[in-house]
């Protein structure tokens, strides 16, 4: 035994003292690793449509009914299935209502604690007593326990668990004791959640989506371009700041800065009646949705047309900054001709739709003016000084990355950037070339140094990357040739307006294509998959989101109501457990409300991806790795011990 192992050892001794207390951990283990795999559930692109992302966490996609189904089966009708789901996922609401309707509470307490007590046994039937004691709400974590556990020693065990259900309706704690049970089914039903990336903008509500993700048990992220941006903003950065407010403006979420994050947007709002008030705004039309207050239509538009001419300017001046970037061309305030009304474009002319720019030197079209610049300087506070977004931001690069090695699979929400004949694109960074895992894991690097490093240089340098992963040609997470928001707005022509994807979403099929990509980040060809979203698949056009014959899956199915009309559905999730993978196709969700009201799940078709030959336990699993490792410490402490090398304590 060498040095470094008997330190191992001494520190593994620490925690377990003898041969009993070592042996009795590698029964433990042991038996960890024979259990079967947790499910992992996997969502992409929900763009801040925060009622569907909560449905489609608290009903597993599908999990929660296949559950119901497997323990019930034949021996209630599909109306109860139905209320007991609902219950499942609405307790609170659920129970108001039927404390409303229902006429003897006393037998509907009884009837709904024994189905959920039912369904707390099956579903916590595939964790260790230890994992669901700590899954276990604290107020009833003792009668939980005791309801769902087996005891041999007791002869009439009937009557053991009506007694304690019994005494729980007689001392009013039924309705409690029921929203807790159901938090842990829904708990218990899921494992782990992988976030593939795009979390904000579009939809009302990612604060409220990031509060709940900062509660869950166990997830992880991939960054998407527009978790990117927003945490750009959230460092400071100027360019990043003006996009994420444009977009709240495009899509009338303002209240999502003001009354989500705290940010004020007075001086902007200032700013735009002073200087945008006699100004056509009428191309900076607002998307709006029903909670949109349309008293503020005339201001938010100017607030949006302030905004955009502030994003062309700040992106202008970080494209001077880095000629490396290779991004010129989208420099178009400096390509149009203010006397003719015209834009050079790729080499083409096109009409303006709007002209109306008071705040645009045509000799210097990127300075911006003393008040664009106090204006900048004033919402930069504001982000910076925004105690939840930092909160949510600091949380997306404690459990994020561009991408995540689980289990066999490798997931990212973009691309891997590629040549037409399939070789991966080589991108420059800072003076170097880079392509593969060596982009992805550089540009990480100055992501992270753009929120976190103390150096001023330092940190500048990690921002303009952070806005270059958000919308830069050579982004992974990007994989386009340009973003063309000047385009949308100014240029009526839809060939101005296309954005090219990256070869990459041609080659999909190729298995050559795939093969390199998973080589590449070290995973074993065989069983392996990539899972990604950013791009939504049009399944109403016959688009399928498997590829590659199931190697690859795209899981962008438009969450965001903005896409629904494009793909004919309302968002692809995938579930993986212990028998297979498969793939879930949502449905448009009316609201909670009405799922409550109604007992109304969201209609899903549900597609087996794979079927794993044999059921996959913990030990296939990449925390079954680590348990086997373990494993092997504990053996040698026990060799250590019977020999003598380190003493028992």
Not at 305 to 325: S, Y
Not at 585 to 597: G, I, K, P, Q, T
Request: charged share 25%; with cysteine; hydrophobic share 35%.
């Amino acid at each position: 035994m060498d040095e470094r192992d008997k330190r191992v050892l001494k520190i593994l001794a620490k925690q377990y003292k003898n041969v009993a207390a070592a042996s009795t951990e590698i029964i433990n283990l042991q038996s960890i690793l024979n259990l079967p795999k947790g499910t992992e559930h996997f969502l992409t692109d929900i763009h801040g449509e925060n009622e569907q992302f909560n449905h489609v966490l608290k009903n597993g996609s599908g999990s929660v009914r296949r559950k119901i189904d497997e323990e019930f089966g034949n021996t209630i009708s599909d109306r109860d299935k139905r209320s007991l789901a609902t219950l499942i996922y609405y307790p609170e609401e659920k129970l108001e209502i039927v404390q409303q309707q229902e006429d003897n509470m006393e037998d509907w307490y009884k009837i709904s604690l024994h189905r959920l007590v039912q369904m707390t046994m099956h579903v916590a039937s595939k964790y260790t007593r230890s994992k669901v004691r700590k899954a276990l709400p604290g107020d009833f974590a003792y009668v939980i326990e005791e309801l769902i556990t087996e005891k041999e020693e007791i002869q009439d065990k009937e009557a053991y668990y009506n007694e304690i259900i019994h005494t729980i309706i007689r001392i009013g704690r039924a309705p409690q004791f029921i929203v807790a049970l159901s938090h842990l089914i829904q708990r218990l039903v899921i494992d782990h959640l992988h976030i593939v990336g795009d979390i904000y903008d579009r939809g009302p509500g990612p604060h409220i989506i990031m509060d709940t993700l900062c509660a869950y048990h166990s997830v992880d992220v991939q960054w998407g371009n527009h978790d990117m941006v927003w945490m750009g903003a959230a460092s400071g950065h100027l360019a990043c700041i003006a996009n994420v407010i444009r977009m709240a403006a495009r899509y009338g979420n303002l209240a999502t800065l003001e009354d989500g994050y705290g940010i004020n947007l007075l001086p902007l709002a200032t700013f735009a009646m002073e200087v945008y008030g006699d100004t056509n705004c009428d191309v900076f039309r607002i998307r709006y949705n029903t909670d949109y207050n349309t008293k503020d239509l005339d201001l938010d538009m100017k607030m949006h047309k302030a905004m955009a001419i502030l994003q062309f300017k700040l992106e202008g001046q970080l494209i001077l900054r880095h000629p490396e970037f290779g991004m010129e061309e989208r420099n178009l305030l400096s390509r149009i001709d203010y006397g003719k009304g015209t834009v050079c474009i790729g080499g083409k002319t096109y009409r303006m739709l709007d002209m109306d720019f008071p705040t645009i030197d045509p000799q210097n079209p990127y300075q911006l003016t003393e008040e664009e610049s106090q204006v900048m300087v004033r919402l930069q506070q504001a982000f910076l000084g925004s105690e939840k977004l930092q909160r949510h931001v600091r949380f997306l690069y404690a459990k994020g990355s561009l991408y995540k090695i689980y289990n066999g699979n490798l997931l990212y929400h973009g691309c891997m950037p590629m040549n037409p004949d399939g070789s991966f694109a080589s991108v420059q960074i800072y003076g170097r070339q880079y392509k593969g895992k060596a982009l992805y894991d550089i540009l990480e690097y100055y992501a992270r140094r753009g929120y976190y490093a103390k150096d001023a240089s330092e940190r500048a340098d990690g921002q303009d990357i952070i806005w270059y992963i958000w919308a830069g040609k050579g982004s992974p997470v990007f994989g386009k040739e340009k973003m063309a928001t000047f385009e949308a707005y100014f240029v009526e022509e839809k060939e101005a307006r296309k954005e090219r994807k990256n070869p990459y979403y041609q080659l999909l099929d190729r298995e050559e294509t795939v093969n390199a990509i998973l080589q590449e980040f070290g995973l074993d060809l065989k069983g392996a998959h990539i899972i990604n979203g950013h791009v939504p698949v049009e399944q109403i056009h016959g688009e399928s989101p498997v590829k590659c014959g199931g190697k690859l899956l795209i899981i962008d199915g438009g969450f965001s109501k903005a896409y629904h009309q494009k793909t004919g559905i309302a968002g692809y999730t995938l579930v993986c457990n212990s028998r297979g993978m498969r793939l879930v196709a949502h449905e448009y969700f009316e609201s909670a409300a009405a799922a409550v009201s109604k007992e109304s799940d969201i209609l899903s078709d549900s597609v087996e991806v794979e079927t794993f030959a044999r059921r996959k336990l913990v030990a296939d699993t990449d925390i079954g790795r680590e348990i086997k490792e373990n494993i092997r410490d504990l053996e040698k402490l026990l060799e250590a011990y019977r020999e003598g090398t380190i003493m028992e304590g």
